[in-house]
């Protein structure tokens, strides 16, 4: 492979979800690409697509969700179709991923040491006693203190900070190219959040891995992703750099997204204006709106926004919208 | 872990206390009940006779002390005389005992062998054609009389087949023992299949078995390593439950097959109107029932670790 | 699709049940009782006797279509009694609290710590065979689960604005319970009553075949099995009939309630 090879390419993915009513896209021609070491955010609000287009790279897919077209790589070698054993060793060894409710996402009823220890057993081969002196040594590298004590707490007896340190441990354990990080932080306090999330830059960082970092917070997914892709009801609406994306942000969604954001500062600018909110809501999967699916809460919505689909749209400085409207 | 068990062994007493009250209000309080039935049956007995009777056995006595006098025996562990057999109960029960517990074991060691499997083989394959009969046997095994079973067991393969004694205790063998803890078994084991199924499809859709895939985990690892105790706890309470109540259930069976257990006991005595045997009987049955639930809420405790110390 | 299987063919046979239960003397082609001719005895299936004809020369088919009447009246009063006593418990204590409710969960625990099969077969004892009787002793000793729920339900809903407002604009406790509680009771208790159906036959033909149940010349589908014990080498349809009678009644409530509960009672699907 060579140094110029993405990691990952994702390329026009489909992913419909079936019902007894019929199928519906539930993702479309979703198309994004991470080098090596890169950091890459998905931002958009929960039912846009951004989870399921990351269980779909994992495999986990589950009916009445299917993929529906598309290619994923990594490093080249297409994966959506790999038969089952091939891609259990791609899990876990050069993808993991870390979910958003620490206390369910590990097992209630093992040592949390033992959950790391699985990860030695299933890709180095080690015996369990290897293993569970290895998974000490993970919780040490995440922070934990007293790890030889905490490897034998149940997930119980553990915070939501101190779980999500654990799940870190489990999915970097192996040194994965890549992490996929769905919403790593939303169930935990204010106050661990920033811990959370500069421990997974720090350790991504040393170990040169990539970063999917999946998130509706705009602010969070920029503070550690160098690029940003916005989702919209199943469709990528716009991708630009973090720095770009707050001053210049293309699609009226994003400007949405950006405008609700409290900043630094903010007041003191503009007073008692208070925060933007994008008026009306998501619709639901099943009752997408024709052309643009953005265009029944958008202030520029025109004709066209109504019958035409806009096309993703390259704006010269590698930053993509897709609007008929954009600036 | 030891405050726990301690706590909930002298739960157990109240409970006990309130289940003999109950014991003593039924057969000795209700007017017209049992102890008078000597004479309401028309048995032939001697009016003086029974009169005597009454008084030996402080039938006469004004309730409070009758109930004080109940108590005293029970506690320690007296459960009276019978009436028909002039035997301690206690002494006519023990000797009931362990051919009780042996079927009900028996059964319900059928019930898991055979009832956890089906409901994991159902689980694993939703929908499928495997699941759906298996879902079948299950409720058809719920719906059938234990009696009737044992009935057309007894006929199939003791009187037809000759393979195994049609009724009777023997040497206490398992060659007696199959067909009534086959009769006894089936519905705990359909009941436990189904618990078991429903168990193992709600853990298979935890966001910690998500975990264990993304791991790049093989399937048979999720069930083994994630799968399989979670579930269990799941079902150890159905397991329990049952097993306390086959004690109960069992009396029908003990009954069809002639095995001499406390059940075929209780209903002999209910026919000699021998209220302290059937009151003893019941008393055990139901000790029974509740050191069962005290021991699967322990063992609960023990498998897991997320249960508090209350 | 398996919910419908569940509830078409539950449905059918509980009301294939139902029917003989009504209809049951107009099935059947003689008197279930007088009709003894010791010249017929022990007879097999034949175009006369669909079903065979017992110890005494009776029709076993005609014995079987009347024992629906009393498994079913069975049945029926005893889960009317149970959900009588259940909800009564569960909503008053659920709704009031305090130490009614300690009172009640006492007497919840202390049903639940008995197993319920004895406890039926004690106040049988007490008082004695008959269709009465098994009514109250089958309606005296299944009431928990429905106490549970409908306890449950009233603390759920109690806290909730309507039933807040409607005590607000003065309703009295009685109208509460019985126009805002149990209404939403209801489809978990229909669910409980119909698997508890089910479960009040197989106890009242376990008791009549103990001889505790229906006195013998009764045609319970339990009695007619025991005396079908005494000849299974000579005559073993006697055996067959009745039991399957009780076996398909039984099927029936228990797929009705499956079926039930998946639609009435979605959250608590496939648990227990």
């Not at chain 1, 997974?200 to 705009?218: F, N, P, Q, V, W």
């Not at chain 2, 009436?83 to 029960?93: G, K």
């Not at chain 2, 086959?246 to 029908?252: A, F, N, R, T």
């Amino acid at each position: 492979m060579s140094a110029s090879q993405p990691l990952l390419q994702v390329e026009d993915l489909h992913i419909a979800l079936s019902t007894d009513a019929g199928s519906f896209p539930a993702v479309e021609g979703v198309s994004f690409e991470i080098a090596r070491g890169e950091t890459v955010g998905l931002v958009g609000e929960s039912g846009c697509g951004k989870s399921i287009t990351a269980l779909s790279i994992m495999g986990l897919l589950k009916p009445p969700l299917g993929l529906a077209g598309g290619r994923i790589r990594l490093t080249g070698q297409e994966i959506q179709n790999l038969p089952a054993a091939e891609l259990r060793s791609l899990r876990g060894k050069r993808i993991a991923m870390i979910f958003q409710e620490p206390m369910t996402a590990l097992n209630p009823l093992k040592p949390v040491g033992r959950q790391i220890a699985e990860m030695f057993v299933l890709h180095q081969g080690a015996s369990w006693r290897e293993a569970e002196q290895k998974a000490v040594e993970a919780l040490t590298q995440v922070k934990v203190p007293a790890p030889g004590r905490r490897a034998k707490d149940y997930p119980h007896q553990l915070s939501g900070g101190m779980r999500q340190r654990v799940m870190i441990a489990i999915a970097l354990a192996c040194e994965p190219d890549l992490l996929i990080a769905d919403e790593p932080t939303t169930a935990l306090d204010v106050t661990v959040q920033a811990e959370i999330v500069d421990l997974m830059k720090e350790l991504c960082a040393a170990r040169g891995t990539a970063i999917l970092m999946i998130s509706h917070d705009l602010g969070l997914v920029t503070d550690i992703c160098r690029r940003v892709c916005v989702m919209y009801a199943g469709r990528i609406v716009e991708q630009q750099d973090s720095e770009q994306i707050f001053n210049h942000p293309q699609h009226p969604y994003t400007q949405g997204l950006v405008a609700s954001l409290p900043r630094l500062g903010m007041r003191a600018q503009h007073g008692r204006r208070k925060l933007m909110e994008i008026a009306g809501v998501v619709p639901g999967i099943t009752a997408y709106p024709g052309g643009c699916r953005f265009n029944p809460r958008c202030s520029r919505a025109t004709e066209i926004c109504v019958k035409v689909v806009p096309e993703l749209e390259a704006l010269g400085d590698g930053s993509l919208v897709r609007c008929h409207h954009h600036g | 872990m030891l405050g726990f068990v301690i706590r909930r062994v002298l739960q157990m007493v109240p409970m006990l206390a309130a289940i003999a009250l109950l014991i003593f209000v039924l057969f000795s309080v209700i007017p017209g009940s049992f102890a008078t039935g000597q004479q309401d049956e028309g048995l032939g007995l001697d009016m003086a006779v029974v009169a005597r009777m009454r008084a030996e056995l402080g039938l006469d006595d004004p309730l409070h002390v009758r109930f004080g006098a109940y108590v005293k025996q029970l506690a320690t562990l007296d459960l009276g005389v019978s009436f028909r057999s002039r035997q301690p109960v206690a002494d006519m029960i023990a000797a009931r005992l362990w051919p009780s517990l042996k079927l009900t074991i028996a059964a319900m060691g059928f019930a898991i062998v055979i009832g956890l499997p089906l409901g994991f083989v159902a689980a694993l394959r939703p929908g499928s054609l495997v699941d759906l009969g298996l879902m079948v046997i299950a409720v058809s095994g719920l719906s059938l009389p234990k009696f009737w079973l044992g009935i057309l067991l007894m006929y199939l393969f003791a009187l037809t087949l000759g393979w195994f004694p049609s009724f009777g205790y023997g040497q206490g063998g398992l060659w007696h023992l199959t067909l009534p803890a086959l009769a006894l078994g089936v519905s705990p084991m359909a009941l436990l299949a189904r618990t078991t199924r429903a168990a193992v499809l709600d853990i298979m859709n935890a966001d910690f078995v998500r975990t264990a895939r993304s791991k790049g985990m093989n399937e048979y690892r999720v069930v083994v390593w994630h799968v399989l105790r979670n579930a269990l706890v799941l079902v150890l309470t159905t397991i329990g439950l049952q097993f306390g109540s086959l004690l109960g259930q069992g009396v029908v069976v003990e009954k069809l097959f002639a095995w001499p257990g406390v059940g075929s006991l209780l209903v002999d005595s209910v026919f000699q109107r021998d209220i302290p045997a059937v009151q003893g009987c019941i008393l055990v049955i139901t000790m029974f029932f509740l050191v069962i639930n005290t021991s699967v809420d322990i063992a609960y405790k023990l498998i897991d670790p997320r249960i508090r110390y209350t | 699709m398996k919910l419908r299987a569940n509830l078409a063919i539950g449905g059918g046979l509980t009301l294939l049940s139902l029917f003989v239960g009504v209809f049951g003397p107009w099935l059947a082609h003689t008197d279930p009782i007088m009709d003894a001719n010791l010249m017929n005895a022990e007879l097999p299936p034949s175009g006369e006797f669909w079903f065979g004809t017992d110890q005494q020369g009776r029709d076993i088919f005609s014995r079987v279509m009347y024992g629906a009447q009393i498994s079913l009246t069975v049945g029926i009063g005893s889960q009317l009694i149970n959900t009588a006593i259940g909800t009564t418990l569960g909503v008053t204590a659920g709704y009031w609290g305090g130490w009614w409710d300690d009172f009640v969960n006492g007497l919840t625990n202390l049903m639940l710590a008995i197993p319920s099969l004895i406890f039926a077969l004690a106040i049988m004892a007490i008082l004695g065979p008959g269709l009465t009787s098994l009514m109250i002793a089958l309606g005296l000793t299944n009431w928990s689960y429905t106490c549970r729920i409908s306890r449950a339900q009233a603390l759920a809903i109690k806290s909730q604005g309507y039933v807040q407002a409607a005590r607000v604009l003065g309703y009295g406790d009685m109208r509460i319970m019985f126009t805002q509680i149990l209404p939403n009771t209801l489809g978990p208790i229909i669910v409980i009553a119909t698997l508890g159906m089910g479960g009040s036959i197989l106890a009242e033909a376990a008791l009549s075949f103990l001889g505790l149940g229906v006195r013998p010349p009764s045609p319970s589908w339990g009695s007619m099995l025991s005396d079908a014990r005494e000849t299974i080498t000579t005559a073993p349809w006697l055996s067959l009939f009745p039991g399957l009678a009780i076996f398909l009644t039984v099927l029936g409530l228990n797929l009705l309630g499956d079926g039930l509960r998946d639609v009435l009672d979605p959250q608590s699907r496939s648990r227990r």
